[in-house]
């Protein structure tokens, strides 16, 4: 899998839209960006993924460069229980998918 | 729908014992099931990949006599940890994907070896 680059932690305030970034200036045409979070003592949740395109659904947005080296993860309206550690990863899917390989990600604390 | 559950959520056990834990997908069935550790403050390290019917295959420096991987189902894969010590008290995670679909994470177990 590619590798991706993220912030340590970041901050954000209840209320505002929390934007997380993430490099991955090596992946492939055919590797898509993956975002789960981990809140605290528990597994993992699946938030969003995208090849190329700009996706939202009802947890958040993704917004890809056009040159696909890096992306960011917008969780509109930020709440408290937003807070945990955000991973972004690159991977292929369908057949041959690879494994999910989670790196540190960004620990993100919603503060009131 | 996608539930993935595992049992028990904590387990305490003493040292030179064996632990065994459970992943089932509820509502779905898993071709492939994969175990994960996490230790504090670190992130999720795959520790093996299992498929239905078939041996795991496990993750360099994954010791495979000591964490016993079965996954006799479509909706049950069990790790062992077996003589547990306590460095090897973690936090372990299972997925369980849908042949080349999406992966869907249980709860956790947290194990405490004393």
């Known amino acids: 899998d590619a590798k991706t680059t993220q912030p340590t932690s970041m901050d954000c305030a209840e209320g505002r839209a929390a934007n997380l970034p993430c490099n991955h200036s090596?992946?492939?045409?055919?590797?898509?960006v993956y975002w789960y979070r981990q809140i605290h003592s528990q597994g993992p949740q699946y938030i969003i993924h995208?090849?190329?395109n700009n996706e939202t659904n009802e947890m958040a947005s993704l917004i890809i460069t056009e040159d696909r080296k890096s992306s960011t993860l917008i969780l509109p309206h930020a709440t408290l229980r937003d807070t945990a550690v955000y991973y972004c990863?690159?991977?292929?899917?369908?057949?041959?998918?690879?494994?999910?390989?989670f790196g540190q990600g960004t620990r993100l604390t919603i503060n009131p | 729908g996608a539930v993935v559950s595992q049992h028990p959520s904590w387990v305490i056990c003493k040292s030179g014992t064996s632990v065994k834990i459970e992943c089932r997908s509820l509502?779905?069935?898993?071709?492939?099931m994969f175990w994960y550790r996490q230790f504090p403050k670190q992130s999720l390290m795959l520790m093996a990949t299992?498929?239905?019917?078939?041996?795991?295959?496990?993750e360099q420096g994954v010791e495979k006599d000591k964490f016993l991987i079965n996954h006799a189902s479509l909706t049950l894969s069990t790790l062992t940890v077996t003589s547990a010590h306590p460095e090897d008290s973690s936090f372990y995670i299972c997925?369980?994907?849908?042949?080349?679909?999406?992966?869907?994470f249980g709860p956790g177990t947290r194990l405490t070896v004393l």
């Open positions: 997925s369980a994907r849908i042949q080349y679909n999406e992966q869907f």
């Open positions: 090596t992946i492939s045409g055919n590797e898509y």
């Open positions: 995208g090849l190329k």
């Open positions: 990863i690159v991977r292929v899917i369908g057949q041959g998918a690879q494994k999910l390989v």
């Open positions: 509502d779905f069935q898993a071709t492939t």
């Open positions: 299992s498929n239905e019917g078939s041996k795991a295959t496990y």
